[in-house]
């Protein structure tokens, strides 16, 4: 669907899990959800959040395979690793600074979120998309989103890594990235 971006908006999640459901109909996952869905910080509060692939320009999942078994395509879709290549190894699983990347034991398969590649690729929106009543995920022309009071912004900061995905995030007004610093939210060490 040329001229169509996906946006992630997790203001937006009602936690309805239609998207995940959804998923499960794709048909190259194998009635398996691919959405990464989540309680936020469930002991103090109901809000969630549901997650797609970023889709990486340059993919950290492809670049620590061993085996090669990780493609783009020219459309920027980081695709599942090919089967007949992957060898499970979980690199991929603890290289994505987002976690997205799931190891399947029973097919030894590494899959995850490929934009619904099979609908995509012949003009048709991602399943999750097309059933979110909140656009938390929405596969829209730029300008629908135009309107929004957040921004989109597709830079992601991890430590000194910056990352620039296809899949834009809704951001509060005046932000132009996403910084995650995992030592924020690690324990202090105290020597006593």
Known sequence: MYGYEFYVDPSRCIGCQACVKACEECDTHRGRSMINFD?????????????????????????????DAIKKGEDGVVLSSLKPRCIACSNCVLACPFGI??????????MKCDMCYDRTSVGKR??????????????VRPEEIAGRQEKPTNIFHFGNQTLRTKVYMMTPPGTD??????????WENTNE
């Open 39 to 67: 309680f936020i910080d469930r002991s103090e509060m109901i809000g969630t959040a549901a997650y797609v692939c970023w889709h990486c320009e340059e993919p950290t999942c492809a670049q620590v395979c061993p085996a």
């Open 177 to 186: 990235s996403v910084t995650a610093d995992i030592t924020e939210y690690m």
């Open 126 to 139: 991602p399943m999750c998309a097309t059933v979110c009543p909140s656009q938390a995920l929405a596969y």
């Open 101 to 110: 990347p799931k190891i399947i034991p029973e097919y030894e398969q590494m």
